[in-house]
């Protein structure tokens, strides 16, 4: 018998510590164990016993890239199990403070953490030297998402504006206005990001995804709609546990998940994207045909443009609800009197997916169970899934490039691995 | 970028409350903060590093904080000027969410964003763990590092700006 062993220490950019271990026997792939060794983190056994009120600045704690996704879904799923409905200008402003979150995410990937792998750079500061137009291009999409951010959160980093029923505080049109010409030229800076992408050689890959995504009655999904998938799927939020499973790995320490008596899936902006590209409004369409972007990408390393698309659209959207302003009557609302406490679950869309969050809440309000699967967990298998497919076609190079192919397989999906429980360390195991 | 003596000079304290002595740049600032410095603004660093290119932008003369790990001594103060920055080690990424301080600064400098005038103290830490206690080593530095930035601001002539 052949055994042959490949490791990697850690895998650079990308979210969070972990490691990657592949096993081939014989020249065949035997197994792929993406390992998430940062700790677990225990986030949802320190919200037991915590007022429900508490539960979005907490949970906003667990990303430090994506903390609006966790303070959406933790708000709407407190909200549902209140029996809480919030007003339209509200969800409005929910929704242009989710906008900041995925330009400045999106950005962060697209420019620091991808685009080296196009161009042969090992790192962004390497590109830089011989790019800056582009990573310059990159910062400041990352500054309008981040005014934002600043400005309807309170603070540029872990906001702590948003609240169960609302916001603490809502801005003035005078206050927000002057982002209209910032988001403008992002929307210029996202077109010009697209056509970037799109100009980049991708190496041919075409995956057979079960995409899972938000898909609502209007507009491109953020925090409404229901659980839709490639394969015919359409269930509301609240059956999220129904479908989906997580178990237990034990070589990682985040949970995994796939589909009840199914397989892999995944969340994100390729499955965004497949699902609900008849909801990107004018602007971005144009750009969609401009760049000939296909209806399904399916080639993970092509998300670099499907990201610039919706960078693109959360531009887009935020100028028209920044256009169309007016301050609500009230920053929140207040739940209905005579809660006798219940279950809400929710679903956001992050960044780097679906997000769903459910509480248990006693009479008292106080959390008496919760739940978060984050999409990084989701898309674990799937992510293991791709990096075998790498490593069957690549199996003959040499440790070192098949490494490097098994890195990019990993970081087409932006994982956020500090969110599903740290660096990825890559280990090929020959045997 | 601003024309010399413009602006006002900027120091950053950078860092983590909550994983111990990294948090012990933003003591720093906030003891600047309270005690009032001449001639300089202070402000708490952005958790994304990169921001710092944003929040410096226009500044000729900027001060930066940070806990530093090298195996010496909590509470050992070190000095770094802009042109030594290339000794600062890059790559890495000890920082999983985006990019560490050296890189930015390297990046920065790629971008021809590096202020004019980059000053880094680093203060050594001892623990970095969850917590927001620090060592008295690293609190030991933070009055002796206010001293020093506030000497390098006068012995530099400051900035004229609204002093």
Same mark, same amino acid.
């Given at each position: ?16 510590? @972990? ?20 700790? !677990? ?22 990303? $430090? ?40 995410? *999106?950005?962060? *990937? ?47 980093? *872990? ?42 050689? +991708? ?6 995804? &079960? ?13 409404? @709609? ?10 509301? =939020? ?9 178990? =237990? ?11 009840? $008596? @199914? ?5 994100? #902006? ?14 971005? =369409? ?9 209806? &399904? ?15 693109? +659209? #959360? ?20 739940? !209905? ?15 780097? $997916? ?20 984050? !999409?990084?967990? =989701? ?13 069957? $076609? ?38 | ?19 111990s002595d990294?948090?012990i ?9 309270? *005690? ?31 806990a530093t790990r090298s195996e010496q001594p909590p509470g050992t103060i ?45 203060i050594e830490a001892g623990a970095t ?5 620090r060592s008295a080593g690293a609190s030991a530095a933070? !009055? ?18 609204? #002093?």
């Amino acid at each position: 018998m052949t055994e042959r062993t490949v490791r990697v220490e850690y895998l650079a950019r990308v979210e969070g510590e @972990g490691a990657l271990t592949v096993r081939v026997r014989d020249g065949s792939v035997e197994n792929v164990e993406l390992r998430i060794w940062e700790p !677990p983190r225990f986030f949802e056994a320190f919200l037991r016993g915590r007022a429900y009120g508490e539960a979005p600045d907490i949970t906003a704690r667990i990303c $430090g890239i994506c903390p609006v996704a966790y303070q959406m879904s933790a708000c709407h799923a407190i909200e549902r199990a209140l029996g809480l409905e919030v007003p339209r200008a509200l969800r409005d402003l929910r929704r242009l403070l989710y906008c900041g979150e995925w330009i400045e995410s *999106h950005a962060l *990937h697209i420019y620091l953490l991808h685009a080296p792998d196009f161009l042969g750079y090992p790192d962004a500061i390497r590109l830089a030297k011989d790019h800056p137009e582009a990573v310059a291009t990159g910062l400041a999409l990352k500054k309008a998402g981040n005014a934002l951010l600043t400005l309807l959160g309170g603070r540029e980093i *872990h906001p702590v504006n948003v609240r169960v029923g609302g916001f603490y505080r809502v801005p003035t049109r005078e206050e927000l206005s002057p982002l209209e010409p910032v988001l403008e030229d992002a929307f210029l800076a996202a077109e010009r990001t697209a056509r970037f992408a799109a100009g980049l050689a +991708f190496p041919k890959v075409e995956e057979d995804y &079960e995409f899972v995504a938000l898909r609502a009655p209007d507009g491109y999904p953020m925090n409404e @709609g229901e659980i839709v998938s490639s394969r015919g799927l359409r269930i509301p =939020q609240e059956r999220f546990e129904e479908e989906f499973e997580e178990v =237990q790995v034990p070589y990682s320490h985040a949970l995994q998940s796939r589909r009840r $008596g @199914g397989g892999p899936y995944l969340v994100g #902006a390729l499955a965004r994207y497949a699902l609900n590209r008849d909801r990107l409004p004018p602007r971005t =369409q144009h750009l969609v045909a401009e760049v000939g972007l296909e209806p &399904e990408v399916r080639n993970p390393h092509r998300s670099i443009l499907v990201r610039s698309v919706e960078v693109a +659209f #959360a531009c887009e959207e935020a100028l028209r609800l920044l256009r169309s302003y007016g301050p609500p009557d009230r920053a929140w609302v207040e739940p !209905p009197d005579g809660f006798a406490g219940g279950v809400g679950r929710a679903v956001t869309e992050a960044p780097r $997916g679906i997000l769903y969050h459910r509480y248990d809440l006693g009479a008292d309000g106080r959390i008496r169970e919760a739940k978060i699967v984050p !999409p990084t967990s =989701q898309n674990q298998s799937q992510i293991e899934a791709d990096v075998r497919h790498v490593v069957v $076609g690549a199996i003959d190079r040499p440790d070192p490039e098949l490494a490097d192919a098994c890195e990019r397989a990993i970081r087409n999906h932006d994982p956020c691995i500090s969110c599903a429980t740290h660096f990825l360390k890559l280990e090929v195991d020959r045997g | 970028m601003a024309s010399a003596g413009s602006v006002r000079p900027l120091v950053i304290g950078i860092g983590t409350d909550e994983r111990s002595d990294d948090g012990i740049g933003l003591d720093v600032a906030r003891e600047l903060g309270r *005690h009032g410095i001449l001639a300089a603004d202070v402000r708490e660093g952005p958790g994304d590093l990169t921001r710092l290119l944003d929040v410096w932008e226009g500044r000729d003369r900027v001060i930066l904080v940070d806990a530093t790990r090298s195996e010496q001594p909590p509470g050992t103060i070190h000095r770094w000027d802009r042109d030594d920055l290339r000794s600062l080690p890059t790559g890495g990424a000890v920082s999983s969410h985006g990019l560490s301080l050296a890189d930015v600064l390297e990046l920065a400098r790629e971008l021809d964003r590096l202020p004019a005038r980059l000053t880094i103290f680093g203060i050594e830490a001892g623990a970095t763990g969850a917590g927001t206690d620090r060592s008295a080593g690293a609190s030991a530095a933070v !009055p002796e590092v206010c001293r020093r930035i506030e000497a390098e601001l006068r012995g530099s002539g400051g900035s004229a700006g609204d #002093a």
